[in-house]
């Protein structure tokens, strides 16, 4: 029996609003589609937050026997500010860059910050850019269904239109079209569309626009939400399984790909839909204007005010898994301290469970104390079966981790155990912890690096102790000068390249 068939997935799909048993539709091949990042500034942490839960929920379908095609798109082209100007565009003249460079610059970033954060690569990463011929082609399908109008070379959709006739706009978001009717908020080429409500999916370029393709209608470029309606298409046919993104893309990015589906081909593009939820940090939402922001980067080196130290790439993995990925999560010192510690102690038991060894033909064990080993790791499929929950997954591995400690100090004796019961426990204990929840251990550095370092770091406190600050600060700087960064924290010095 496949482990999918034994511990069946049970997913909150928010386009019904419920949690209901996941049918993949062709297993155990299963299509999965996550909306990407743009590609115009550095990823940042609410990003990377998102992009992990995907990574385990990935991790934890590939592990149950699926055969996942992962499709993550990058978005370089087609994003507007809301003055209309293309994000990449605008980033391009002021960094006096290519549009391709900017998008090949923050797309290096990214993948470099998902390699930290240990997430697995995605089967298929197709860009906006290069499927413009794909997004033309599905422009044209939709005006030929009747559901888009063209006007001086761009072409819009008709929103009222689609939703009057087929009843299926607004059901993903709960936006209703009456009220998106009734809004008068000012939009870029406002004069142009029928209706407030409608969208661009062609826009002809003014002048202003470096990133531009010819087709029937002008010379442009495609609407932002057009290109995952054509790339999902692509790569995971007309209807696949599940669809995913940052809550905030539910309207209208998600309720515009859905209405754009139905017209070009008639059909629901997928059939689940799974949203993450946010990322805030000490109880607000993260925000550049008002300071209450914090990048990786500085997360990983300590460099912000608004935390006493450094975090390894993996604390931040972990805090990440702490909460369900549907709740809001709040990032702050005291909340990293006490993951950073939880990170530990799981990870403290990882060799324990891997140096276990089965006794061979051990038939005097106890029944009770294995049989609950058993219903552990069961328990893990379990919790992580309910619609991924990390939370309470973490909760029985920690129950596990307290067995394999239990087992190293010799409270539990090895022969008590039945061969099966150490066997589950190895597999399940390592296979959650690095293969479904993508933990590792924290990197060590070259250990005599860590010596001399540490020898440093006592020369300097000797002579902060004696109020030595010329020396103190010159071993402070020489180090900054070689790219090592000394961070004072309640707890002493750390230090970080
Ligand atoms: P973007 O690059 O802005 O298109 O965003 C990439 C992904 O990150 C999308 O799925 C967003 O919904 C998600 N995202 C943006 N901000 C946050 C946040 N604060 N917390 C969690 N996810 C976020
Ligand atoms: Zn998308």
């Not at 290519?98 to 390699?115: C, L």
């Not at 309207?251 to 008639?266: D, M, R, W, Y």
């Not at 709040?330 to 301290?337: M, N, P």
């Amino acid at each position: 029996m496949n482990k999918y068939e034994k511990f069946p997935l049970h997913l909150h799909n928010s386009l019904t609003k419920q949690k209901e048993k996941f049918e993949a539709i062709n297993p155990p091949h299963l299509g999965l589609y996550v909306c990407g990042p743009t590609v115009y500034s550095d990823v940042h942490l609410g990003n990377c937050r998102t992009f992990v839960s995907f990574d385990f929920m990935f991790r934890y379908l590939m592990h149950l026997g699926y055969n996942v095609r992962y499709v993550r798109n990058i978005t370089d082209v087609g994003h507007l500010l809301d003055d209309g100007e293309d994000r990449m565009a605008k980033k391009a003249k002021v960094e006096k860059l290519e549009p391709m460079e900017v998008a090949q610059k923050y797309a290096n970033g990214f993948h470099k910050m998902m390699d930290i954060l240990n997430t697995l690569p995605p089967s298929i990463e197709p860009q906006a850019s290069g499927h413009i011929p794909e997004q033309i082609e599905m422009v044209q399908a939709i005006l030929d269904n009747g559901y888009a109008y063209e006007k001086n070379g761009s072409v819009y959709f008709d929103t009222v239109k689609f939703a009057k006739e087929t009843d299926q706009y607004g059901k993903l978001s709960g936006r209703v079209i009456d009220d998106l009717l009734s809004e008068t908020r000012e939009l870029k080429n406002q004069d142009e569309k029928n209706n407030p409500a409608d969208f661009a999916i062609w826009m002809k370029a003014d002048e202003r626009h470096i990133m531009r393709w010819n087709s029937p209608w002008s010379e442009g470029f495609p609407g932002w939400h057009l290109e995952c309606s054509a790339m999902s298409t692509k790569y995971l046919g007309k209807t696949f399984d599940i669809h995913g993104g940052g809550a905030d893309l539910k309207f209208p990015h998600h309720e515009n790909e859905i209405a754009q589906n139905h017209s070009a081909c008639g059909s629901h593009p997928a059939n689940y839909w799974v949203h993450t939820n946010m990322l805030l940090m000490n109880g607000k939402k993260m925000s550049k204007s008002d300071g209450n922001t914090i990048t990786p980067q500085q997360l990983f080196s300590g460099e912000s005010e608004h935390i006493s130290k450094g975090y390894d790439p993996m604390t931040v993995r972990f805090f990440f898994l702490q909460a369900h990925y549907s709740s809001t999560l709040d990032l702050s010192d005291d909340a990293l301290l006490a993951a950073e510690k939880g990170f530990k102690k799981l990870m403290n038991a990882l060799p324990l469970a891997e140096k276990l060894v089965a006794v061979s033909e051990n038939s005097n064990y106890d029944l009770t104390l294995s049989n609950q080993i058993i219903e552990k790791c069961d328990q893990c499929y379990i919790e992580m079966s309910n619609d991924f929950n990390t939370a309470k997954t973490l909760a029985v591995l920690f129950e596990l981790a307290g067995k394999l400690n239990e087992i190293d100090n010799g409270q539990i004796k090895i022969q008590q155990l039945s061969t099966e019961s150490i066997e589950r426990l190895k597999s399940t204990f390592t296979s959650f912890v690095k293969d479904v929840l993508g933990l590792k251990p924290e990197e060590k550095g070259n250990d005599k690096m860590d010596e001399v370092m540490d020898i440093l770091l006592n020369l300097r406190k000797d002579a902060r102790a004696n109020k030595n600050w010329a020396l103190s600060d010159q071993i402070r700087d020489q180090l900054a000068a070689a790219g090592i960064v000394i961070k004072d924290g309640k707890e002493g010095s750390t230090y970080t390249f």
